[in-house]
Protein backbone atom coordinates (compact mmCIF):
# COMPACT_ATOMS: atom_id res chain seq x y z
CA UNK A 1 0.00 0.00 0.00
CA UNK A 2 3.13 2.37 0.89
CA UNK A 3 4.16 2.13 -2.35
CA UNK A 4 0.77 2.65 -4.83
CA UNK A 5 1.11 5.72 -2.47
CA UNK A 6 4.33 7.21 -3.34
CA UNK A 7 3.75 6.53 -7.16
CA UNK A 8 0.76 8.47 -6.88
CA UNK A 9 2.55 10.88 -5.06
CA UNK A 10 4.89 10.93 -7.71
CA UNK A 11 2.54 11.10 -10.63
CA UNK A 12 0.91 14.04 -9.04
CA UNK A 13 3.81 16.00 -8.52
CA UNK A 14 5.08 15.31 -12.68
CA UNK A 15 1.56 16.68 -13.50
CA UNK A 16 2.22 19.51 -11.92
CA UNK A 17 5.46 20.23 -12.55
CA UNK A 18 4.55 19.60 -16.08
CA UNK A 19 1.68 22.25 -16.38
CA UNK A 20 3.68 24.76 -14.27
CA UNK A 21 6.40 24.38 -16.38
CA UNK A 22 3.73 24.95 -19.51
CA UNK A 23 2.60 27.64 -18.44
CA UNK A 24 6.02 29.17 -17.30
CA UNK A 25 7.55 28.87 -20.61
CA UNK A 26 9.67 26.09 -18.70
CA UNK A 27 11.41 22.76 -20.89
CA UNK A 28 11.82 19.92 -18.27
CA UNK A 29 13.01 16.56 -20.02
CA UNK A 30 10.17 14.71 -20.22
CA UNK A 31 7.70 16.02 -18.68
CA UNK A 32 7.15 19.04 -21.67
CA UNK A 33 6.90 15.97 -23.67
CA UNK A 34 3.17 15.85 -24.61
CA UNK A 35 3.24 20.25 -25.40
CA UNK A 36 6.51 19.56 -27.49
CA UNK A 37 4.58 17.25 -29.88
CA UNK A 38 1.38 19.61 -29.29
CA UNK A 39 4.10 22.49 -30.71
CA UNK A 40 5.38 20.28 -33.55
CA UNK A 41 1.57 18.63 -34.76
CA UNK A 42 -0.87 21.29 -35.21
CA UNK A 43 -3.81 18.83 -35.24
CA UNK A 44 -2.88 18.73 -31.20
CA UNK A 45 -3.41 22.15 -30.66
CA UNK A 46 -6.02 24.44 -30.97
CA UNK A 47 -6.37 28.63 -31.28
CA UNK A 48 -5.95 30.12 -28.08
CA UNK A 49 -9.44 31.35 -28.50
CA UNK A 50 -10.82 27.98 -27.08
CA UNK A 51 -9.36 28.12 -23.73
CA UNK A 52 -7.69 31.16 -23.39
CA UNK A 53 -6.37 30.60 -19.95
CA UNK A 54 -4.14 27.62 -20.43
CA UNK A 55 -3.23 29.40 -23.79
CA UNK A 56 0.34 29.97 -24.73
CA UNK A 57 2.04 31.72 -27.60
CA UNK A 58 -1.60 32.07 -28.83
CA UNK A 59 -2.48 28.33 -29.04
CA UNK A 60 -4.22 25.97 -26.87
CA UNK A 61 -1.86 22.88 -26.84
CA UNK A 62 -4.69 20.39 -25.68
CA UNK A 63 -3.19 17.07 -26.35
CA UNK A 64 -0.70 18.22 -23.91
CA UNK A 65 -3.05 19.85 -20.95
CA UNK A 66 -4.84 15.67 -21.73
CA UNK A 67 -2.06 13.45 -21.21
CA UNK A 68 -1.48 15.49 -17.77
CA UNK A 69 -5.05 15.14 -17.10
CA UNK A 70 -4.22 11.35 -17.67
CA UNK A 71 -1.19 11.58 -15.26
CA UNK A 72 -3.76 12.46 -12.42
CA UNK A 73 -6.21 10.68 -13.19
CA UNK A 74 -3.72 7.64 -12.45
CA UNK A 75 -3.08 8.73 -9.54
CA UNK A 76 -6.35 9.63 -8.34
CA UNK A 77 -6.97 5.52 -8.89
CA UNK A 78 -4.33 4.58 -7.39
CA UNK A 79 -5.24 6.25 -4.46
CA UNK A 80 -8.86 5.70 -4.11
CA UNK A 81 -8.89 2.03 -4.66
CA UNK A 82 -9.25 -0.15 -1.69
CA UNK A 83 -6.99 -1.34 0.03
CA UNK A 84 -7.73 -5.33 -0.03
CA UNK A 85 -8.06 -4.63 -3.71
CA UNK A 86 -4.13 -3.97 -4.05
CA UNK A 87 -2.87 -6.78 -2.92
CA UNK A 88 -0.77 -8.56 -5.67
CA UNK A 89 -2.71 -11.87 -6.72
CA UNK A 90 -0.57 -14.98 -5.74
CA UNK A 91 -0.56 -16.38 -9.32
CA UNK A 92 1.54 -13.14 -9.74
CA UNK A 93 3.65 -12.86 -7.65
CA UNK A 94 4.61 -16.66 -8.19
CA UNK A 95 5.38 -15.12 -11.76
CA UNK A 96 7.44 -12.50 -10.83
CA UNK A 97 9.43 -14.90 -8.66
CA UNK A 98 9.75 -17.44 -11.53
CA UNK A 99 10.71 -14.39 -13.71
CA UNK A 100 13.53 -13.16 -11.27
CA UNK A 101 14.79 -16.83 -11.61
CA UNK A 102 16.05 -15.69 -15.06
CA UNK A 103 18.80 -13.84 -14.95
CA UNK A 104 19.46 -13.11 -18.22
CA UNK A 105 16.03 -11.66 -18.70
CA UNK A 106 15.94 -10.17 -15.45
CA UNK A 107 18.73 -8.43 -15.91
CA UNK A 108 18.07 -7.18 -19.53
CA UNK A 109 15.15 -5.31 -18.23
CA UNK A 110 16.67 -3.87 -15.50
CA UNK A 111 19.22 -2.46 -18.57
CA UNK A 112 16.30 -1.32 -20.41
CA UNK A 113 14.49 0.81 -17.75
CA UNK A 114 18.29 2.24 -17.20
CA UNK A 115 17.97 3.14 -20.92
CA UNK A 116 14.71 4.20 -20.70
CA UNK A 117 15.70 6.91 -17.38
CA UNK A 118 18.59 7.77 -19.55
CA UNK A 119 16.15 8.99 -22.53
CA UNK A 120 13.83 10.64 -19.93
CA UNK A 121 16.66 12.73 -18.80
CA UNK A 122 16.31 14.58 -22.69
CA UNK A 123 18.30 17.87 -22.96
CA UNK A 124 20.64 17.49 -19.61
CA UNK A 125 22.17 15.08 -20.98
CA UNK A 126 22.60 15.75 -24.92
CA UNK A 127 22.20 19.27 -26.31
CA UNK A 128 23.85 21.78 -27.72
CA UNK A 129 22.44 24.62 -25.50
CA UNK A 130 23.93 25.34 -22.30
CA UNK A 131 22.65 23.69 -18.43
CA UNK A 132 23.87 26.74 -16.95
CA UNK A 133 25.38 29.85 -18.17
CA UNK A 134 26.74 32.62 -15.59
CA UNK A 135 27.11 36.28 -17.09
CA UNK A 136 26.67 39.91 -15.57
CA UNK A 137 26.07 38.69 -12.07
CA UNK A 138 22.81 36.67 -13.67
CA UNK A 139 21.81 32.89 -14.19
CA UNK A 140 20.64 31.77 -17.25
CA UNK A 141 18.87 28.31 -18.09
CA UNK A 142 18.96 28.09 -22.09
CA UNK A 143 18.46 24.02 -21.99
CA UNK A 144 15.71 24.10 -19.56
CA UNK A 145 13.73 27.05 -21.67
CA UNK A 146 11.58 27.47 -24.42
CA UNK A 147 12.91 31.35 -24.94
CA UNK A 148 15.89 31.40 -27.11
CA UNK A 149 18.90 33.66 -25.99
CA UNK A 150 20.57 35.63 -28.06
CA UNK A 151 24.29 35.87 -28.59
CA UNK A 152 24.29 39.49 -27.57
CA UNK A 153 23.25 38.58 -24.19
CA UNK A 154 26.52 37.24 -23.81
CA UNK A 155 28.89 39.39 -25.13
CA UNK A 156 29.07 38.07 -28.42
CA UNK A 157 29.55 40.30 -31.45
CA UNK A 158 29.06 40.63 -34.80
CA UNK A 159 25.73 38.33 -36.89
CA UNK A 160 27.03 36.27 -33.79
CA UNK A 161 25.26 38.78 -32.03
CA UNK A 162 22.35 38.57 -33.75
CA UNK A 163 21.22 34.53 -33.91
CA UNK A 164 21.03 32.32 -31.02
CA UNK A 165 23.67 32.22 -28.95
CA UNK A 166 26.59 29.55 -29.98
CA UNK A 167 27.22 28.15 -26.42
CA UNK A 168 30.12 25.75 -26.87
CA UNK A 169 31.84 28.94 -28.55
CA UNK A 170 30.94 30.56 -24.97
CA UNK A 171 32.26 27.66 -23.44
CA UNK A 172 35.60 28.06 -25.08
CA UNK A 173 35.44 31.65 -24.42
CA UNK A 174 34.55 31.39 -20.81
CA UNK A 175 36.39 33.87 -18.77
CA UNK A 176 37.76 36.11 -20.97
CA UNK A 177 36.62 40.00 -20.38
CA UNK A 178 32.64 40.68 -21.17
CA UNK A 179 32.06 36.89 -21.78
CA UNK A 180 30.16 34.86 -19.06
CA UNK A 181 32.23 34.05 -16.15
CA UNK A 182 30.20 29.84 -15.80
CA UNK A 183 28.91 27.91 -18.94
CA UNK A 184 28.02 24.37 -18.09
CA UNK A 185 27.11 22.28 -21.13
CA UNK A 186 26.04 18.78 -21.22
CA UNK A 187 27.61 15.83 -21.05
CA UNK A 188 27.25 15.58 -24.94
CA UNK A 189 27.12 19.06 -26.00
CA UNK A 190 25.53 18.40 -29.18
CA UNK A 191 21.80 18.60 -30.54
CA UNK A 192 21.05 15.02 -31.95
CA UNK A 193 19.83 16.50 -35.25
CA UNK A 194 20.05 20.01 -37.51
CA UNK A 195 23.38 20.23 -35.44
CA UNK A 196 26.59 20.06 -37.93
CA UNK A 197 29.65 20.11 -35.79
CA UNK A 198 32.76 22.23 -36.98
CA UNK A 199 35.45 19.90 -38.87
CA UNK A 200 37.80 18.25 -35.97
CA UNK A 201 41.25 19.19 -36.84
CA UNK A 202 45.17 18.76 -34.51
CA UNK A 203 47.77 20.65 -34.83
CA UNK A 204 50.71 19.31 -36.71
CA UNK A 205 53.95 19.61 -35.10
CA UNK A 206 57.14 21.36 -37.49
CA UNK A 207 60.57 20.05 -36.93
CA UNK A 208 63.66 21.11 -38.52
CA UNK A 209 61.71 21.71 -41.58
CA UNK A 210 60.03 17.98 -41.51
CA UNK A 211 56.18 17.83 -40.45
CA UNK A 212 55.36 15.41 -38.05
CA UNK A 213 52.00 13.64 -36.27
CA UNK A 214 50.82 14.89 -33.28
CA UNK A 215 52.83 12.81 -31.46
CA UNK A 216 55.86 14.17 -32.86
CA UNK A 217 57.22 10.97 -33.60
CA UNK A 218 56.31 10.08 -37.20
CA UNK A 219 56.57 11.97 -40.26
CA UNK A 220 53.09 13.16 -41.60
CA UNK A 221 51.79 11.55 -44.66
CA UNK A 222 48.69 13.09 -45.73
CA UNK A 223 47.18 16.30 -45.90
CA UNK A 224 48.24 19.41 -43.95
CA UNK A 225 45.89 22.61 -43.22
CA UNK A 226 46.59 26.66 -42.83
CA UNK A 227 43.15 27.84 -41.18
CA UNK A 228 41.74 31.51 -40.49
CA UNK A 229 41.29 31.90 -36.72
CA UNK A 230 37.44 31.53 -37.16
CA UNK A 231 38.56 28.23 -38.45
CA UNK A 232 37.88 28.27 -42.00
CA UNK A 233 40.64 26.38 -43.86
CA UNK A 234 43.48 29.11 -45.55
CA UNK A 235 45.32 26.40 -47.66
CA UNK A 236 45.49 22.98 -47.99
CA UNK A 237 49.11 20.87 -48.61
CA UNK A 238 49.83 17.32 -49.58
CA UNK A 239 52.42 15.93 -47.45
CA UNK A 240 54.76 13.14 -48.16
CA UNK A 241 57.12 11.51 -45.21
CA UNK A 242 56.90 15.32 -44.47
CA UNK A 243 57.79 17.20 -46.97
CA UNK A 244 55.66 19.10 -49.14
CA UNK A 245 54.23 17.19 -52.51
CA UNK A 246 52.08 17.80 -54.90
CA UNK A 247 49.41 21.14 -55.13
CA UNK A 248 48.53 23.60 -52.63
CA UNK A 249 44.70 24.74 -52.84
CA UNK A 250 43.37 28.11 -51.20
CA UNK A 251 39.92 29.45 -50.12
CA UNK A 252 38.74 32.87 -49.75
CA UNK A 253 36.14 33.50 -47.28
CA UNK A 254 33.50 32.11 -48.65
CA UNK A 255 34.76 28.87 -49.01
CA UNK A 256 35.39 29.60 -52.66
CA UNK A 257 38.72 27.91 -55.22
CA UNK A 258 40.89 31.03 -55.98
CA UNK A 259 44.16 29.52 -56.45
CA UNK A 260 46.30 26.72 -56.66
CA UNK A 261 50.48 26.27 -56.13
CA UNK A 262 53.01 23.01 -57.34
CA UNK A 263 55.96 22.09 -55.12
CA UNK A 264 58.55 20.33 -57.18
CA UNK A 265 61.69 18.83 -55.09
CA UNK A 266 60.02 20.86 -51.73
CA UNK A 267 60.27 24.18 -53.55
CA UNK A 268 57.63 26.48 -54.86
CA UNK A 269 57.64 26.76 -58.82
CA UNK A 270 54.57 27.30 -60.20
CA UNK A 271 51.28 29.05 -58.70
CA UNK A 272 47.80 29.78 -60.77
CA UNK A 273 45.76 32.27 -59.38
CA UNK A 274 41.96 32.04 -60.37
CA UNK A 275 40.18 34.11 -58.13
CA UNK A 276 38.50 37.46 -58.78
CA UNK A 277 41.13 40.54 -57.74
CA UNK A 278 44.66 40.69 -57.72
CA UNK A 279 46.50 36.98 -56.01
CA UNK A 280 48.33 39.97 -53.31
CA UNK A 281 45.13 40.23 -51.86
CA UNK A 282 44.64 37.22 -51.05
CA UNK A 283 47.82 36.15 -50.18
CA UNK A 284 47.92 39.16 -47.50
CA UNK A 285 45.51 37.46 -45.65
CA UNK A 286 46.44 36.36 -41.93
CA UNK A 287 46.31 32.93 -41.46
CA UNK A 288 47.75 31.15 -38.35
CA UNK A 289 51.11 29.68 -39.36
CA UNK A 290 50.73 26.31 -37.43
CA UNK A 291 49.87 23.48 -39.85
CA UNK A 292 46.76 21.51 -38.54
CA UNK A 293 45.15 17.79 -39.80
CA UNK A 294 41.64 18.78 -40.49
CA UNK A 295 39.45 15.55 -40.45
CA UNK A 296 36.49 16.00 -42.99
CA UNK A 297 32.93 14.66 -42.24
CA UNK A 298 32.55 11.82 -41.34
CA UNK A 299 35.40 12.05 -38.86
CA UNK A 300 36.34 9.79 -36.40
CA UNK A 301 36.04 9.01 -33.02
CA UNK A 302 38.08 10.79 -29.72
CA UNK A 303 38.43 13.69 -32.59
CA UNK A 304 36.79 17.55 -31.88
CA UNK A 305 35.27 16.15 -28.38
CA UNK A 306 33.36 13.59 -30.59
CA UNK A 307 33.38 10.31 -28.52
CA UNK A 308 31.57 7.42 -31.56
CA UNK A 309 32.96 10.37 -34.71
CA UNK A 310 30.35 12.27 -36.44
CA UNK A 311 28.21 10.98 -39.48
CA UNK A 312 28.43 12.56 -43.00
CA UNK A 313 26.39 15.64 -42.04
CA UNK A 314 28.48 16.68 -39.12
CA UNK A 315 25.91 15.38 -36.58
CA UNK A 316 27.46 13.85 -33.64
CA UNK A 317 26.94 10.14 -33.57
CA UNK A 318 26.48 9.56 -29.91
CA UNK A 319 24.24 12.41 -29.77
CA UNK A 320 22.22 10.86 -32.77
CA UNK A 321 22.26 7.58 -31.46
CA UNK A 322 19.97 9.17 -28.32
CA UNK A 323 17.99 10.73 -30.15
CA UNK A 324 17.21 7.84 -32.21
CA UNK A 325 17.03 6.20 -28.67
CA UNK A 326 14.00 8.79 -27.46
CA UNK A 327 12.53 8.58 -30.89
CA UNK A 328 12.00 4.63 -30.54
CA UNK A 329 11.05 4.92 -26.79
CA UNK A 330 8.27 7.77 -27.92
CA UNK A 331 7.25 5.48 -30.80
CA UNK A 332 6.41 2.61 -28.43
CA UNK A 333 4.35 4.85 -25.84
CA UNK A 334 2.19 5.28 -29.05
CA UNK A 335 2.08 2.47 -30.79
CA UNK A 336 1.75 -0.44 -28.17
CA UNK A 337 -1.35 0.91 -26.42
CA UNK A 338 -2.52 1.55 -30.14
CA UNK A 339 -2.38 -2.23 -31.31
CA UNK A 340 -3.39 -3.79 -27.73
CA UNK A 341 -6.58 -1.88 -27.46
CA UNK A 342 -7.42 -2.62 -30.95
CA UNK A 343 -6.16 -6.12 -30.95
CA UNK A 344 -7.68 -6.95 -27.24
CA UNK A 345 -11.29 -5.45 -28.28
CA UNK A 346 -11.90 -7.11 -31.01
CA UNK A 347 -10.47 -10.26 -30.50
CA UNK A 348 -12.79 -10.93 -27.29
CA UNK A 349 -15.28 -9.77 -29.46
CA UNK A 350 -15.34 -12.06 -32.00
CA UNK A 351 -14.24 -14.87 -29.63
CA UNK A 352 -17.26 -14.29 -27.12
CA UNK A 353 -19.76 -13.65 -29.33
CA UNK A 354 -18.43 -16.05 -32.37
CA UNK A 355 -21.52 -17.10 -35.26
CA UNK A 356 -21.53 -14.18 -37.96
CA UNK A 357 -19.93 -11.42 -36.37
CA UNK A 358 -16.74 -13.25 -35.86
CA UNK A 359 -16.97 -14.90 -39.44
CA UNK A 360 -17.83 -11.28 -41.22
CA UNK A 361 -14.59 -9.65 -38.96
CA UNK A 362 -12.56 -12.52 -40.06
CA UNK A 363 -13.40 -11.78 -43.48
CA UNK A 364 -12.38 -8.46 -43.42
CA UNK A 365 -9.11 -8.56 -41.01
CA UNK A 366 -7.98 -11.04 -44.07
CA UNK A 367 -8.71 -8.66 -46.86
CA UNK A 368 -7.16 -5.49 -44.38
CA UNK A 369 -4.15 -7.97 -43.69
CA UNK A 370 -3.56 -8.29 -47.71
CA UNK A 371 -2.93 -4.86 -48.29
CA UNK A 372 0.85 -4.13 -49.45
CA UNK A 373 1.91 -2.29 -46.05
CA UNK A 374 5.48 -0.91 -47.83
CA UNK A 375 3.40 0.52 -51.19
CA UNK A 376 0.30 2.22 -48.88
CA UNK A 377 3.61 3.70 -47.19
CA UNK A 378 4.71 4.95 -50.50
CA UNK A 379 1.94 5.95 -51.55
CA UNK A 380 1.39 8.21 -48.76
CA UNK A 381 4.58 9.94 -48.50
CA UNK A 382 3.93 10.99 -52.00
CA UNK A 383 0.48 12.45 -51.93
CA UNK A 384 0.06 13.82 -47.62
CA UNK A 385 1.26 17.22 -47.61
CA UNK A 386 4.39 18.18 -46.31
CA UNK A 387 3.56 19.49 -43.41
CA UNK A 388 1.05 16.51 -41.96
CA UNK A 389 4.41 14.19 -42.31
CA UNK A 390 6.45 13.06 -39.09
CA UNK A 391 6.26 10.57 -36.65
CA UNK A 392 2.62 11.03 -36.04
CA UNK A 393 1.84 9.90 -39.41
CA UNK A 394 3.99 7.15 -39.41
CA UNK A 395 2.85 5.53 -36.39
CA UNK A 396 -0.52 5.59 -37.37
CA UNK A 397 0.30 3.87 -40.49
CA UNK A 398 2.57 0.74 -38.49
CA UNK A 399 -0.56 0.87 -35.54
CA UNK A 400 -3.12 0.37 -38.75
CA UNK A 401 -1.40 -3.11 -39.23
CA UNK A 402 0.14 -4.11 -36.38
CA UNK A 403 -3.00 -5.32 -34.28
CA UNK A 404 -3.69 -7.99 -36.45
CA UNK A 405 -2.17 -10.77 -35.39
CA UNK A 406 -3.04 -10.13 -31.59
CA UNK A 407 -6.45 -10.37 -32.59
CA UNK A 408 -6.59 -13.87 -33.72
CA UNK A 409 -4.39 -14.70 -30.02
CA UNK A 410 -6.53 -13.29 -27.92
CA UNK A 411 -9.78 -14.35 -30.25
CA UNK A 412 -8.68 -18.22 -29.56
CA UNK A 413 -8.12 -17.59 -25.96
CA UNK A 414 -11.83 -15.86 -25.30
CA UNK A 415 -13.15 -18.40 -26.71
CA UNK A 416 -11.76 -21.23 -24.64
CA UNK A 417 -12.28 -18.98 -21.68
CA UNK A 418 -15.91 -18.44 -22.37
CA UNK A 419 -16.32 -21.87 -21.51
CA UNK A 420 -15.02 -22.38 -18.33
CA UNK A 421 -17.19 -22.52 -15.27
CA UNK A 422 -16.49 -19.25 -13.40
CA UNK A 423 -18.28 -17.17 -16.41
CA UNK A 424 -21.36 -19.52 -16.80
CA UNK A 425 -21.22 -18.80 -12.91
CA UNK A 426 -21.11 -15.00 -13.62
CA UNK A 427 -23.67 -15.07 -16.31
CA UNK A 428 -25.62 -17.08 -13.94
CA UNK A 429 -25.39 -14.41 -10.96
CA UNK A 430 -27.34 -11.43 -14.05
CA UNK A 431 -23.36 -10.22 -15.30
CA UNK A 432 -23.59 -8.40 -18.20
CA UNK A 433 -21.40 -9.08 -21.28
CA UNK A 434 -18.82 -6.15 -20.81
CA UNK A 435 -18.43 -6.87 -16.80
CA UNK A 436 -17.54 -10.71 -17.67
CA UNK A 437 -15.45 -9.86 -20.54
CA UNK A 438 -13.34 -7.27 -18.39
CA UNK A 439 -13.75 -8.57 -14.99
CA UNK A 440 -13.22 -12.39 -15.55
CA UNK A 441 -11.96 -12.76 -19.08
CA UNK A 442 -9.47 -10.16 -19.60
CA UNK A 443 -7.32 -10.94 -16.47
CA UNK A 444 -6.88 -14.22 -17.82
CA UNK A 445 -5.66 -13.05 -21.31
CA UNK A 446 -2.72 -11.47 -19.22
CA UNK A 447 -0.07 -14.05 -20.36
CA UNK A 448 -0.82 -13.53 -23.54
CA UNK A 449 -0.72 -10.02 -23.24
CA UNK A 450 2.65 -9.67 -21.44
CA UNK A 451 4.39 -12.44 -23.76
CA UNK A 452 3.50 -10.74 -26.85
CA UNK A 453 4.88 -7.29 -25.42
CA UNK A 454 8.68 -7.61 -26.05
CA UNK A 455 8.14 -8.77 -29.46
CA UNK A 456 5.87 -6.09 -30.05
CA UNK A 457 8.30 -3.37 -28.77
CA UNK A 458 11.06 -5.51 -31.02
CA UNK A 459 8.55 -4.82 -34.21
CA UNK A 460 8.21 -1.35 -33.90
CA UNK A 461 11.88 -0.24 -33.41
CA UNK A 462 12.48 -2.71 -36.53
CA UNK A 463 9.72 -1.68 -38.82
CA UNK A 464 10.86 2.28 -37.86
CA UNK A 465 14.77 1.42 -38.31
CA UNK A 466 13.23 -0.54 -41.80
CA UNK A 467 11.58 2.04 -43.06
CA UNK A 468 13.84 4.77 -42.57
CA UNK A 469 16.48 2.97 -43.74
CA UNK A 470 14.96 2.72 -47.73
CA UNK A 471 13.84 6.46 -47.17
CA UNK A 472 10.49 6.32 -46.10
CA UNK A 473 10.33 6.79 -42.93
CA UNK A 474 10.71 9.94 -40.49
CA UNK A 475 11.53 13.71 -41.93
CA UNK A 476 15.30 14.55 -40.74
CA UNK A 477 14.22 16.85 -38.36
CA UNK A 478 14.06 13.11 -36.07
CA UNK A 479 17.00 10.89 -35.36
CA UNK A 480 17.03 7.60 -36.96
CA UNK A 481 19.30 4.25 -36.17
CA UNK A 482 17.75 3.13 -40.44
CA UNK A 483 19.18 6.57 -41.91
CA UNK A 484 22.31 6.05 -39.73
CA UNK A 485 23.08 2.61 -40.64
CA UNK A 486 22.06 3.56 -44.38
CA UNK A 487 24.70 6.44 -44.18
CA UNK A 488 27.13 4.08 -42.86
CA UNK A 489 26.40 1.48 -45.50
CA UNK A 490 27.23 4.17 -48.38
CA UNK A 491 30.45 5.23 -46.51
CA UNK A 492 32.10 2.27 -45.61
CA UNK A 493 35.37 3.74 -45.31
CA UNK A 494 34.50 5.04 -42.24
CA UNK A 495 32.93 2.12 -40.54
CA UNK A 496 32.67 3.82 -37.11
CA UNK A 497 29.18 4.95 -38.93
CA UNK A 498 27.84 1.75 -39.54
CA UNK A 499 29.08 0.07 -36.80
CA UNK A 500 27.51 2.93 -34.27
CA UNK A 501 23.96 2.15 -35.53
CA UNK A 502 24.10 -1.77 -36.38
CA UNK A 503 25.51 -2.84 -32.88
CA UNK A 504 23.10 -0.51 -31.33
CA UNK A 505 20.03 -2.22 -32.98
CA UNK A 506 21.26 -5.47 -31.82
CA UNK A 507 22.21 -4.24 -28.57
CA UNK A 508 18.29 -3.09 -27.78
CA UNK A 509 16.87 -6.00 -30.17
CA UNK A 510 18.75 -8.92 -27.87
CA UNK A 511 18.10 -7.27 -24.40
CA UNK A 512 14.20 -7.07 -25.72
CA UNK A 513 14.04 -10.50 -27.07
CA UNK A 514 15.81 -11.89 -23.80
CA UNK A 515 13.10 -10.34 -21.19
CA UNK A 516 10.64 -11.71 -24.31
CA UNK A 517 11.83 -15.13 -23.46
CA UNK A 518 12.03 -14.73 -20.01
CA UNK A 519 8.55 -13.58 -19.81
CA UNK A 520 7.29 -16.44 -21.82
CA UNK A 521 8.36 -19.18 -19.56
CA UNK A 522 7.43 -16.91 -16.04
CA UNK A 523 3.70 -17.30 -17.88
CA UNK A 524 4.27 -20.66 -19.22
CA UNK A 525 0.92 -22.61 -17.05
CA UNK A 526 3.19 -25.94 -16.92
CA UNK A 527 5.69 -24.80 -14.64
CA UNK A 528 3.40 -23.61 -11.94
CA UNK A 529 1.32 -26.68 -12.10
CA UNK A 530 3.23 -27.95 -9.13
CA UNK A 531 2.91 -25.13 -7.13
CA UNK A 532 -0.81 -24.81 -8.22
Not at 260 to 281: H, P
Not at 351 to 372: M, N, W
Request: proline share 5%.
Amino acid sequence: MKHKNLIALFLILAAILGCLAELRDWLLPTLSWPFTVSREMSMFSAPGEVCPWLAVDGRFHWFGWACMGLVLLAAAYLLLRRRESMRVAPVIARRWAQFRSFKRGYFSLMLLVLLMVLAGLDQAVVGKRALVVCCNEKVYFPAFSRSIYTGAEFGLTGNAALAEADYRKLREECGKPGMPELVIMPPIPFDATMDAAPFPREQLIMKEGVLYEPDGLIPYVGQACRVYPNGRVHLRVRYRKGVPDGHVQGWTADGREVYTATYREGKLSKRKYMGDGKVEAFLSLTPSDELWRVYYHPAPPLTGGHLLGTNSQGADIAAYLFGGLQVNIKAALFYLPVIYSIGLLLGMLMGYFAGKFDLVTQRVIEVFSQLPFLFVVMVLSDFVPHEMRGMFLIMCLLSAFGWIHITYLVRTATMKEKTRDYVAAARVMGAGTVHILLRHILPNLTGIIVTLLPFSLAAVVLSLASLDYMGFGLPDTYASWGRLLNDGLSKLSSPWVVSSAFFSLVILLVLVTFVGEAVREAVDPRRHTYYE
